[in-house]
């Protein structure tokens, strides 16, 4: 796996309640990824990015919704979600690690 590949992975964090959450009780992150990224790729990424270390990492693909636009009839992009397990005792803060990267 290339870093290049690697830095484009993860597309951005999933900010809601439930993967607040997440974060609190089970020490889980969400994240929209490229839909073609693999487990490994993911993991790769987030030690890589995040300087975390990652137990395990589950993959979801979302079906866009169908949506109208007055007559004619429209569907939003599929995207893929992952669901990253940190190992016990680490810790993920996504506004510092924003700060890093600028």
Request: charged share 20%.
């Given at each position: 796996m290339n870093q290049q590949r690697?830095?484009?992975v993860i597309l951005a964090p999933?900010?809601?309640e439930k993967?607040?959450?997440?974060a609190e009780?089970?020490?889980q992150i969400a994240f929209?990824?490229?839909?073609?990224?693999t487990k490994p790729e993911i993991k790769a990424a987030v030690e890589l990015l995040f300087g975390v270390k990652v137990?395990?990492?589950?993959?979801?693909?979302?079906?866009g919704k169908s949506k109208r636009?007055?007559?004619v009839m429209g569907k939003r992009q599929d995207w893929k979600k992952a669901y990253v397990s940190l190992m016990p005792g680490q810790e993920l803060d996504l506004e510092?690690?924003?700060a890093r990267a600028e």
């Open positions: 690697l830095m484009q999933i900010v809601s993967s607040n959450l997440l009780k089970r020490s929209k990824v490229l839909p073609n990224a137990d395990s990492v589950s993959t979801i693909q979302v079906k636009f007055g007559k510092s690690a924003a």
